[in-house]
């Protein structure tokens, strides 16, 4: 059963912008302790691209989209979003949102071990 439902992803230029965005089916955001976005590119292994800890507002970005992704909440729309300013080719990735109903030590707040409930991804293509 789909946990976390993605959508926005599709084709978007080089320095062109997307929003991600994602919503659990059966929880409300305070449920969770955290939640977050992956990717994963042909051939690679899935990475932590951003992540938010709901308990001390805390954020996460992976070195390679520091100063183009943001990530954000809304409480009433009970989603949470992906910003991508200026992508690149190398961005171009299924994006998966992921949330952590367990608690997680800071050190592990964007690695795969730390969510349990996983969407299907919606793909994001950066092309010109």
């Known amino acids: 059963q789909v946990q976390l439902v993605e959508s926005g992803g599709g084709l978007v230029e080089p320095g062109g912008s997307l929003r991600l965005s994602c919503a659990p089916s059966?929880?409300?955001?305070?449920?969770?302790?955290?939640m977050g976005w992956f990717r994963q590119a042909p051939g690679k292994g899935r990475e932590g691209v951003s992540c938010i800890s709901f308990t001390d507002g805390s954020t996460y970005y992976a070195d390679s989209v520091k100063g183009r992704f943001s990530i954000s909440k809304d409480n009433e729309k009970n989603t949470i979003y992906l910003q991508i300013n200026s992508p690149r080719p190398e961005d171009t990735a299924l994006y998966f949102c992921a949330a952590a109903p367990t608690p997680f030590p800071p050190h592990a707040a964007c690695t795969i071990a730390a969510y349990d409930d996983w969407g299907q991804g919606t793909q994001v293509t950066v092309s010109s």
């Open positions: 059966r929880h409300a955001l305070d449920y969770y302790y955290g």
